[in-house]
Nanobody
Framework: QVQLVESGGGLVQPGGSLRLSCAAS???????????MDWYRQAPGKQRELVAS??????YYAESVKGRFTMPRDNAKMMVYLQMASLKPEDTAVYYC????????WGQGTQVIVSS
């Protein structure tokens, strides 16, 4: 069974940085390598939104995070990351990773709180 586990969230001050990690298991590296992987976030009272995607060396970023977030991935380790910098209070959310098309079962996410 494929599982995606997010980690790395926490409390950070505005302007700070944080790196989130997403570990995949239950799938071979060969298959994982070809997956488009996505990072989503869901703020309180809001719908889940796509933040970043990565496939075959190409990345997509939502306008709200472009220039501040990057999405490195290590296919050999079956890991994707979300490197976040210049964090703003509006980045506060639970962050999730998933493939595209998404697995039916989402991970627990990792909470990011940006506050002074």
């Amino acid at each position: 069974q494929v599982q995606l586990v997010e980690s790395g969230g926490g409390l950070v001050q505005p302007g700070g940085s944080l790196r989130l990690s997403c570990a995949a298991s239950g799938v071979s590296g060969t298959i994982f390598r070809d997956w488009r992987m996505d990072w989503y976030r869901q703020a309180p009272g809001k719908q889940r939104e796509l933040v970043a995607s990565s496939i075959n060396g190409s990345s997509y970023y939502a306008e709200s995070v472009k220039g501040r977030f990057t999405m490195p991935r290590d296919n050999a380790k079956m890991m994707v990351y979300l490197q976040m910098a210049s964090l703003k209070p509006e980045d506060t959310a639970v962050y999730y990773c998933n493939r595209s098309p998404p697995l039916s079962s989402w991970g627990q996410g990792t909470q990011v709180i940006v506050s002074s």
